[in-house]
């Protein structure tokens, strides 16, 4: 299923290839979110013209609405949404964990009221699994215990056994047909518990490993260690997966550490409040000092935005609440975190990653928090 | 500037030709309407895709947002909302007389206060002709005196008079190059004002007339007769255009009626409460019995929306509030419009436009205040 083309002299970056029933995907790659099955303002179309090439969608969110039963008569997520080409589906265990407001964890599962309409449900390995195979999708993930960053050790080493035990129950569930299943790795920042966490999974022998547990709050150091101490103990010849991951110059900094996948709601997420991705970090397209300026988002780029419009235009269409505005602000964006992998990939291919890496990275100015985490970290 | 193709023996309708600076135009036509210099919720593609041949930009919007130092600085408005096709602007005499909340009438234009943060405007015939001349449309119109539909006699012919007298200012303002301006006819349901206000401007001369103070909430009948009682006063060598009207049957029965251009919001304004508009009338796509309906929103449809997506999934993106359900519903919606007018033009070509609207009006389900507001006037 993975085909590990190269690796880097000077990282432990890794240039592959993913076989999914619907399509192969070159790697490293980063997976737009249709959470809801659209991937937010964005049409099919414009996700193929920026090179997407496989998208998310999540069980928890697609299991209240529509509801299975209009999925599985529609013939399943890639027909109900009209998206031929892969996709992933996580297992609900993030959300049950985050968005739902009471929720009692049992043997085999987690009893939880819907953040909606609080109807009580109930998600498990057996549950999560069964969704997925409906779902279709190429990708399915393990139903895990995804805990809070700040919990205790003695909670942490429960969310990582519950974790293990439910990743052998999902391993033994049917699947649809072709559908490749991930494990997740959990053990917070704790270098024991995630090292105990990927060898056990490990041993289950899945499709692929992810690296959950991150983008929950945790400051950017404490990300990177908790990829750091769980990557060594994942087998080259399978895919790796940092979950819910990150800003542009966090992605090229997870790549040398030896991801290849990669999923974020940060290009959408932002374009909605007018804030753009560039190479030289974030910039607020709503600002004053647009005003005027008839250049394109960032220069050079060639996503459909930037041939198209200037940010004078955007910055008004942002500030009189026109749809084009958070529209093509999020076409920028996403297009943007997959030029960052197709230039990544370009890079490897090419024997430069290390150049590109650290040109990369000089050029992007994180936000103030990150900065912040970063000095106290040292 | 306006070339007579052909005319309907069973009607007044037309087919003609409208050379503007930017393109030529075929009559009878619909103008998406692109309020604050975008046509709500859609891009220039899909504008094009859809059959798009002229839109419309609200002076008194963008004279507030962005103001007009930034369409002057982008050079014009065409280049500020990247659309090198004809735009025709309106003068802003409607939006004074509905949007701002306070006004006061003097010879030479409207004081008024502006809806969005109460500061002191001022239009009238020069400001409005200077500002349109700025933005650089192709069809500039005449700045006018519209009046509620409700008004009393006396203030109608009070309109109507300044109507005139501030056409015949406008019509000696300088203009963009090639710009073509426009006459408002008002007069509301009064036959005898309206023959006198549409006398009173051909001879002025204007490059084509349209039919104000329509679209300002009387019901349907007395919008017809604003139109039969203007018409026969109008030159057959000059394009007519009924503002802000209408539904798709009013639209065809307008064209029989000798109207040759029209622009309307409610494509757009319903799509985004989940209404879209069929051959059969307004259908909401949010609703139950669409749940599990795997047909596009209208069959045989060739907008992007029905090539693509389902009513089950367009339902599902708008009660979820996913933007592409508007989206889609906008693309559908205004094709829906420019295709009536296709086919409106193509059956006059054909000499069976008799046919045509017997069939679409009789297949055409108005909504319950149109036909309850056909009961009264019976």
């Excluded at 990282?11 to 790697?27: E, F, K, N, Q, Y």
């Excluded at 498990?124 to 195979?133: S, Y």
């Excluded at 300026?293 to 200037?310: N, Q, S, V």
């Excluded at 093509?328 to 197709?342: E, G, I, P, R, T």
């Amino acid at each position: 299923m993975f085909e590990l083309l190269k690796t880097d002299p000077h990282s432990r970056a890794r240039l592959g290839r993913l076989t999914t029933p619907r399509g192969v995907i070159d790697t490293p790659v980063f997976m737009p979110v249709g959470t809801q099955g659209s991937v937010k303002a964005l049409d099919p179309r414009e996700l193929l013209e920026m090179g997407t090439q496989i998208i998310l969608g999540n069980t928890y969110h697609l299991h209240i609405r529509p509801g299975l039963d209009i999925i599985n008569a529609a013939g399943g997520l890639h027909k109900f949404i009209n998206w031929p080409h892969p996709i992933l589906t996580d297992s609900g265990g993030f959300q049950v964990f985050s968005l739902a407001k009471i929720r009692k964890i049992k043997p085999h599962g987690v009893e939880f009221r819907s953040h909606l309409d609080g109807s009580l449900l109930f998600l498990g390995p057996k549950e999560a699994m069964e969704i997925q195979r409906a779902l279709g999708s190429d990708i399915a993930m393990v139903f895990d215990d995804c805990p809070p960053h700040t919990s205790a050790p003695r909670e942490m080493r429960a969310a990582v056994e519950r974790t293990i035990r439910w990743a052998g129950e999902c391993r033994e569930q049917p699947r649809a047909a072709g559908q490749k299943v991930f494990g997740i790795v959990q053990g917070g920042s704790d270098p024991a518990l995630r090292e105990e966490c990927a060898k056990q999974l490990v041993a289950l022998d899945f499709d692929g490993y992810a690296i959950g547990g991150v983008s929950v709050g945790e400051p950017e150091p404490e990300m990177m260690k908790a990829v750091e101490f769980t990557e060594p103990f994942l087998p080259a010849g399978k895919a790796r997966y940092a979950m819910g991951l990150g800003t542009p110059a966090q992605l090229v900094e997870l790549v040398a550490r030896g991801v290849d996948m990669f999923d974020c709601v940060l290009p959408t997420r932002v374009a909605r409040n007018g804030t753009a991705f560039t190479t030289r970090g974030t910039v607020s397209i709503k600002a004053g000092f647009n005003k005027s300026d008839f250049r394109p988002i960032e220069e050079g780029c060639e996503c459909f935005a930037c041939r198209h419009f200037t940010r004078a235009y955007l910055r008004h269409l942002l500030n009189v609440g026109e749809i084009l505005g958070l529209r093509m602000v999020s076409v920028h964006n996403s297009h943007m975190f997959l030029k960052v992998m197709a230039d990544i990939r370009a890079a490897l291919a090419a024997g430069t990653f290390a150049e590109f890496r650290r040109e990369f990275v000089a050029n992007y100015i994180p936000s103030r928090k990150i900065l912040l985490a970063r000095e106290e970290s040292r």
